[in-house]
């Protein structure tokens, strides 16, 4: 069984909002901004590239425990450890209460009162999925440069290699994975794309396949990557994933699909059954990049079309849910009950997948498989507005990626698959057909 082990976090004013002095330039702060990045070196990993099969899964895929512990994994947990120790961190998150929900899902509560208290507070409009970056907001180039761990990169020769000394090549604008100073769990990171470019929060191709990829590398079923795109409660717009260890079953990767779609390239598209927020899973592909691609394009569509929406990196890159969502929407409308409004909790990627980040005692105290139900039924989109959502997905993916869906007699099979055994069932409704 792996384990991980947890120490007290320390904790220090590091992170005080900057001063008008401060964000104008040579500030001081050991930034990423010119002021202070020339000459500057970081640690660097350079993993092997992933992009053929071995029969029908993606090598490395599986997350088999009886796996040595990946490089990049022990990397993440002894950088982020280290500045746990220097006290870079707004509070100590070892100290937050969780418990597992009694109940057939298995939700996660986590008491965490100061965290809304002490994060950064949203700078932009939040019913705009797209939106300009702004160098004037706050952005991840005035973060101090303790806080990032280490460069990542694809290798160059085909080997993993890592320089625990290396320049930083602003010119070609490298990614950095960097600790969240407002952690929800244990070894809590961003992963920044190509920082140097200001990318605004929105996916491409390139960052969804450097996001997969870093889930493959660090082989940790415990280690699941998430985004939140603007609308869908991510408060930063400089483009980013985030991604922490939870030694549990999210209660997401325990709901059973439906098969609905398969692509020549071998990815399987799904539909959510049985849990309160409806969403489209992507599993297999012939190569990662089939799978990375396939998710992008997706979350391209969505964003052109702004569409709110969540996605969770699970099972060490195998599985991808795509979870639009209209929290913020029904919020503004005066359409979510003031009981829900008082727990104060906005529903991201990981309250959406299960682990329920609550800020009130009480709501702590009193939490049900029930009550989170509630909440995150508030989350989802209709049926209706699923298919139509869907529809939108498939007709963008097919405009890119040809699709292999042939039509079945209801007697015919279709996929209800529970996630954990990704078993395929006989089931009696017909695959959605593409014309």
Same mark, same amino acid.
């Given at each position: 069984?792996?384990?991980?082990?947890?120490?007290?976090?320390?904790?220090?004013?590091?992170?005080?909002?900057?001063?008008?002095?401060?964000?104008?330039?040579?500030?001081?702060?050991?930034?990423?901004?010119?002021?202070?990045?020339?000459?500057?070196?970081?640690?660097?990993?350079?993993?092997?590239?992933?992009?053929?099969?071995?029969?029908?899964?993606?090598?490395?895929?599986?997350?088999?425990?009886?796996?040595?512990?990946?490089?990049?994994?022990?990397?993440?947990?002894?950088?982020?450890?280290?500045?746990?120790?220097?006290?870079?961190?707004?509070?100590?998150?070892?100290?937050?209460?969780?418990?597992?929900?009694?109940?057939?899902?298995?939700?996660?509560?986590?008491?965490?009162?100061?965290?809304?208290?002490?994060?950064?507070?949203?700078?932009?409009?939040?019913?705009?999925?797209?939106?300009?970056?702004?160098?004037?907001?706050?952005?991840?180039?005035?973060?101090?440069?303790?806080?990032?761990?280490?460069?990542?990169?694809?290798?160059?020769?085909?080997?993993?290699?890592?320089?625990? $000394?290396? *320049?930083?090549? =602003?010119?070609? %604008?490298?990614?950095?994975?960097? /600790?969240?100073?407002? #952690?929800?769990? +244990?070894?809590?990171?961003?992963?920044?794309?190509?920082?140097?470019?200001?990318?605004?929060?929105?996916?491409?191709?390139?960052?969804?396949?450097?996001?997969?990829?870093?889930?493959?590398?660090?082989?940790?079923?415990?280690?699941?990557?998430?985004?939140?795109?603007?609308?869908?409660?991510?408060?930063?717009?400089?483009?980013?994933?985030?991604?922490?260890?939870?030694?549990?079953?999210?209660?997401?990767?325990?709901?059973?699909?439906?098969?609905?779609?398969?692509?020549?390239?071998?990815?399987?598209?799904?539909?959510?059954?049985?849990?309160?927020?409806?969403?489209?899973?992507?599993?297999?592909?012939?190569?990662?990049?089939?799978?990375?691609?396939?998710?992008?394009?997706?979350?391209?569509?969505?964003?052109?079309? $702004?569409? *709110?929406?969540? =996605?969770?990196? %699970?099972?060490?890159?195998?599985? /991808?849910?795509?979870? #639009?969502?209209? +929290?913020?929407?029904?919020?503004?409308?005066?359409?979510?009950?003031?009981?829900?409004?008082?727990?104060?909790?906005?529903?991201?990627?990981?309250?959406?997948?299960?682990?329920?980040?609550?800020?009130?005692?009480?709501?702590?105290?009193?939490?049900?498989?029930?009550?989170?139900?509630?909440?995150?039924?508030?989350?989802?989109?209709?049926?209706?507005?699923?298919?139509?959502?869907?529809?939108?997905?498939?007709?963008?993916?097919?405009?890119?990626?040809?699709?292999?869906?042939?039509?079945?007699?209801?007697?015919?099979?279709?996929?209800?698959?529970?996630?954990?055994?990704?078993?395929?069932?006989?089931?009696?409704?017909?695959?959605?057909?593409?014309?």
């Amino acid at each position: 069984m792996l384990s991980i082990k947890r120490v007290p976090t320390l904790v220090s004013n590091y992170q005080k909002e900057e001063t008008g002095e401060a964000a104008a330039g040579g500030c001081g702060r050991n930034c990423l901004k010119s002021c202070c990045i020339q000459g500057a070196r970081l640690p660097l990993y350079a993993f092997k590239k992933v992009d053929k099969v071995c029969g029908n899964e993606l090598p490395l895929l599986g997350c088999k425990e009886q796996h040595p512990v990946a490089f990049l994994d022990s990397l993440v947990l002894g950088e982020w450890e280290d500045r746990m120790q220097r006290g870079l961190f707004r509070y100590d998150v070892t100290a937050c209460e969780t418990k597992v929900i009694p109940g057939e899902y298995g939700f996660i509560a986590q008491l965490n009162e100061g965290r809304h208290l002490k994060k950064r507070p949203t700078e932009f409009r939040v019913d705009k999925v797209l939106q300009p970056f702004d160098e004037n907001k706050f952005n991840f180039t005035k973060v101090g440069q303790e806080e990032v761990l280490f460069q990542l990169e694809a290798s160059n020769d085909g080997e993993a290699q890592f320089f625990p $000394n290396a *320049p930083i090549d =602003v010119e070609n %604008s490298p990614s950095f994975v960097a /600790i969240n100073v407002s #952690p929800i769990e +244990y070894g809590h990171v961003l992963l920044i794309p190509r920082i140097f470019e200001c990318l605004p929060q929105r996916i491409d191709h390139a960052s969804f396949l450097l996001a997969l990829q870093m889930a493959v590398e660090a082989r940790n079923p415990y280690f699941r990557l998430g985004y939140n795109s603007l609308g869908a409660f991510a408060t930063i717009n400089h483009l980013h994933f985030q991604a922490y260890y939870l030694a549990l079953p999210f209660p997401i990767e325990k709901a059973p699909t439906k098969k609905i779609a398969k692509l020549s390239g071998g990815v399987i598209i799904s539909k959510l059954l049985n849990y309160p927020v409806r969403g489209l899973v992507f599993e297999g592909g012939h190569t990662l990049e089939d799978l990375a691609n396939a998710v992008s394009e997706a979350c391209i569509c969505l964003q052109h079309n $702004n569409i *709110p929406y969540n =996605v969770l990196i %699970s099972d060490c890159g195998r599985q /991808i849910f795509l979870l #639009p969502q209209c +929290y913020a929407e029904k919020q503004a409308l005066g359409e979510v009950s003031p009981e829900l409004l008082e727990t104060q909790v906005n529903p991201a990627v990981w309250e959406i997948s299960g682990h329920m980040v609550l800020k009130r005692k009480k709501d702590y105290e009193e939490a049900s498989e029930a009550n989170a139900w509630r909440l995150l039924a508030e989350v989802s989109l209709s049926e209706e507005r699923l298919l139509e959502v869907t529809a939108l997905v498939f007709q963008a993916i097919t405009s890119s990626v040809e699709m292999n869906v042939k039509p079945q007699r209801l007697e015919e099979v279709d996929a209800v698959s529970p996630n954990a055994q990704h078993a395929i069932v006989a089931g009696s409704h017909e695959c959605l057909v593409l014309q």
